[in-house]
């Protein structure tokens, strides 16, 4: 006759201590990476949202980032308009001092000298200033990408101003004699205005450009908390659930353990 040692109820014992160390596996894998689903299997439909939600989260940060080189081109720009407005300040004042009929031939012709000097130094930075290669004082403009869409609305224009000394006036313009200084006054005035203008547009585009940024932060924030809720893991959960699976293992293990030595001990009695 067959004898059977562990009883009808041992596989099922096996079952649940392979169950429950599968179900600890799993747990400590969430556990160690933070994220509730580790493969297609655990949400398919969560893990397609959450890659969805990760694209766009890179694609706003791009834009962001391509914003913040917009500032920087603002901010370079607008820093060599107001060099140049201090630059055509002075040659208001040289104009004046020129246009004084008290001044020797010798004084004029040092003024002169100076002037032509910063005539040249407006010219040069007009031609020098550039961002990353592109000229940003000598007319045009620039589009930037601030959007995650191909669309007209996902790219904002910003005006590269021409502030060349031709574009301002001043290439005509010497103080060689207390006439010629005298009328330059009005050019040096058209100037003044000119760059004050050009000034108060790129702060107009810089404020633009930072409200662009704070409105793609919300985005980004939002993107990120949406993503977090479908694919990170509940921590205190994940723990709590890890807790509960050892129990049942070692429940389950304890009562299997002692099925065995029941079912030995039958086997002494039947053979004795």
């Keep these: 006759m067959a004898i059977s040692i562990g009883g009808a109820s041992s596989p099922s014992h096996a079952r649940h201590v392979s169950r429950a160390g599968k ?21 398919a439909a969560g893990l397609a949202i959450a890659k969805q939600l990760q694209a766009e989260l890179s694609s706003a940060q791009s834009a962001s980032r391509n914003i913040d080189y917009g500032v920087a081109q603002v901010d370079i720009a607008d820093g060599a308009v107001q060099q140049q407005h201090q630059i055509v300040s002075r040659m208001r004042e040289l104009a004046l001092q020129s246009g004084n009929d008290t001044l020797s031939e010798a004084d004029r012709s040092a003024i002169q000298m100076e002037f032509a000097q910063l005539q040249e130094e407006v010219g040069r930075i007009a031609d020098t200033t550039e961002f990353n290669g592109n000229a940003l004082l000598r007319g045009g403009t620039t589009e930037l990408q601030v959007g995650t869409g191909s669309g007209a609305e996902d790219r904002l224009a910003v005006e590269t101003p021409d502030s060349g000394i031709a574009a301002l006036g001043l290439d005509a313009v ?17 100037a003044t205005e000119a760059l004050s203008q050009r000034r108060a547009s790129m702060g107009a585009t810089r404020s633009r450009l930072e409200g662009a940024l704070e409105s793609n ?13 479908i694919q990170d893991a ?39």
Excluded: C, H, Y
């Design 174 to 190: 010497d103080l060689s004699s207390a006439a010629n200084a005298r009328d330059a006054l009005e050019a040096f005035d058209a």
């Design 234 to 272: 509940n921590i205190a959960r994940e723990s709590s659930e890890l807790a509960l699976s050892r129990t049942q293992g070692e429940v389950a293990n304890r009562a299997s353990k002692r099925e065995a030595g029941l079912s030995a001990g039958m086997l002494v009695d039947l053979i004795a």
């Design 217 to 229: 932060a919300v985005t980004i924030e939002n993107i990120a908390a949406a993503a977090s809720r």
């Design 23 to 43: 179900q600890q596996a799993s747990q400590l894998e969430r556990l160690g990476s933070g994220k509730r689903i580790q493969r297609a299997s655990d949400d």
